[in-house]
Nanobody
Framework: QVQLVESGGGLVQAGGSLRVSCALS????????VAWFRQAPGKAYEFVAA????????YYGDSVKGRFTISRDNGKNTVSLQMNSLKSEDTAVYYC???????????????????RGQGTQVTVSS
């Protein structure tokens, strides 16, 4: 059974940092595109960051560019999102996703990923 499980969410003050991680079980992460999405209460899913299947390219949503960094460790089957200079508007449930058929033009499309986690809450207090 393939599962993505997020961890590392929590409460942080504005301006602070937090790192969330996602572990893939049941498959090797090698060859998978990976991404993070988020959803704030009452809002649609928002693309946060993605990394291509080879790991050679990364992409970020405009609202997080320069503050967030996506990374992966194929050996540990994990994906991480380092979040710096957090703002209250970053408060949301953060979800990771993985897929081995995601093309570059679809990296920001949550529906393009085969596997999605259950999410971890990140709350930024102002």
């Amino acid at each position: 059974q393939v599962q993505l499980v997020e961890s590392g969410g929590g409460l942080v003050q504005a301006g602070g940092s937090l790192r969330v991680s996602c572990a893939l079980s049941g498959r090797t992460l090698n060859g998978y595109a990976v991404a993070w999405f988020r959803q704030a209460p009452g809002k649609a899913y928002e693309f946060v960051a993605a990394m291509s299947r080879t790991g050679g390219s990364t992409y970020y949503g405009d609202s997080v560019k320069g503050r967030f960094t996506i990374s992966r460790d194929n050996g540990k089957n994990t994906v991480s999102l380092q979040m710096n200079s957090l703002k209250s508007e970053d408060t949301a449930v953060y979800y990771c996703a993985a897929g081995n058929r995601v093309i570059t033009s679809s990296l920001s499309n949550r529906e393009a990923y085969d596997f999605r986690g259950q999410g971890t809450q990140v709350t930024v207090s102002s």
